[in-house]
């Protein structure tokens, strides 16, 4: 079955205290993306990366780190979390960017207190 | 620098009903649109796009949209309202050129009543 997939599903964790979320999917996908979202806010881009070792901050990148080691994974690693990070995160994949749709993990939800 | 406007919160419908779910835009040059649709505890699910080409766009689950060049809009519709339609929906944009990303509207919930 063609999916993202994002784990934990659900973080608490403290301030400064180093996490990574992981996201991985099995569409040979080119183009992948994190966003975070907000109530009120919609969906905010945090980075993505058009391929294997090319990556560039979104609109909200402060605070995040990532990295596209390999095609299909794409972990978004927070050094050192404050509590405006608390948010619900999604991955998202699609074939390129462009014109193309993309196809979404189930989210993460982080609390950071 | 691009932006989407979801004008309502909240879009109330009976069951039956013809929906409507509006989106505005603005983007330097010609627009990619996108409509997503987020279920409870779920992520983002691919509705239909305008890329180019008619101006009504045909997607998932009985949904279309028409694009309205003049207005910059693209408003989501449905010709007779589902209770299982009831949920969070997106619109999105971006520039048929560059590396720009998706911008997403802050979303409309609608709720279909039996």
């Known amino acids: 079955e063609a999916q993202v997939t994002q784990n934990p599903r659900y973080l608490i964790t403290v301030t400064g205290k180093k996490l990574t979320v992981t996201c991985s999917q099995n569409m040979n996908h080119e183009y992948m993306s994190w966003y975070r979202q907000d109530p009120g806010l919609g969906l905010r881009q945090i980075y993505y990366?058009?391929?294997?070792?090319?990556?560039d901050k979104g609109d909200v990148p402060e605070g995040y780190k990532v990295s596209r080691k390999e095609k299909r994974n794409f972990p978004l690693i927070l050094e050192s979390p404050s509590p405006n990070q608390t948010s619900l995160y999604f991955c998202?994949?699609?074939?390129?960017?462009?014109?193309?749709?993309?196809?979404f993990g189930p989210g993460t939800r982080l609390t950071v207190t | 620098a691009q932006s989407v406007a979801q004008p309502e919160d909240q879009v109330n419908v009976a069951e039956g009903n013809p929906l409507t779910v509006k989106c505005t835009y603005s983007v330097s040059g010609n627009p990619y649109l996108f409509w997503y649709v987020q279920y409870p505890n779920r992520g983002l699910q691919f509705l239909l796009k305008?890329?180019?080409?008619?101006?009504l766009v045909k997607g998932s689950y009985g949904f279309e949209a028409e694009f309205n060049k003049s207005q910059t809009s693209f408003h989501l519709k449905k010709p007779s309202a589902l209770v299982s339609d009831s949920a969070l929906y997106f619109c999105a944009v971006r520039p048929d050129t560059g590396r720009r990303a998706l911008t997403f509207g802050s979303g409309t919930r609608l709720q279909v009543q039996p």
């Open positions: 990366s058009m391929n294997v070792e090319v990556t």
């Open positions: 305008y890329i180019t080409g008619d101006n």
């Open positions: 998202a994949s699609s074939y390129r960017h462009g014109a193309y749709e993309q196809y």
